[in-house]
């Protein structure tokens, strides 16, 4: 007998292969979805180490981001710091003079001044201005209103006393000045 059986019908029919125990080894529709499923498998397990190599790569961008932001944040500080460092030294000098007369006094007095100076040119360099506010309008962003009080010399709302300077740094207030705003009568 060759490839072709006959059925009970007279009809030929194909001779399945068979394995080594003897069972018909037809590749089928189950075995096709298996092989699918595993090829499936496969891809999910490279995409799924792609992914985790991909969030171990953020991981360390982002802890490396944060410490150089540390960094430039430490160091911004340190040259304002280091700028500041001769303005102690003065002021220890000066705490450490003893004014014995007048003249003396006067000395001391001017040198405290030019150390003052001195410390208003560092913080305007690095960005600080004062608010400008006697005799301006009443702004909200810029004032803080401590008290009202009638006045026939100024406009309403004009401010007519500074208690405390206030400071903008790089454009933005950081400190409103305290004021005395005038009123109607």
Do not use: W
Not at 9 to 30: F, H, I, L, W
């Amino acid at each position: 007998m060759g490839d072709k059986h006959t059925h009970k019908g007279g009809k030929p029919t194909e001779e399945q292969p068979r394995d080594a125990d003897g069972k018909a080894s037809v590749p089928n529709e189950e075995e096709e979805i298996v092989d699918e499923l595993e090829q499936a498998k496969k891809e999910a397990r490279e995409y799924l180490g792609s992914l985790q190599r991909l969030q171990a790569e953020f991981e360390n961008y982002r802890k490396r981001m944060l410490k150089e932001q540390t960094y430039v944040f430490e160091t911004a500080n340190q040259a304002l710091v280091k700028a500041l460092l001769p303005i102690v030294d003065n002021f220890e000098r000066a705490i450490v003079h003893e004014a014995t007369n007048v003249s003396e006094f006067a000395e001391y007095r001017q040198g405290v001044e030019l150390v003052y100076q001195y410390l208003l040119d560092v913080l305007q360099k690095e960005g600080l201005e004062a608010i400008d506010a006697l005799g301006e309008q009443f702004d909200p962003h810029c004032h803080e209103a401590m008290m009202q009080e009638p006045s026939d010399e100024h406009a309403e709302n004009t401010i007519t006393e500074v208690f405390e300077k206030g400071y903008r740094f790089k454009g933005r207030v950081i400190r409103p000045a305290r004021v005395k705003v005038s009123a109607p009568v």
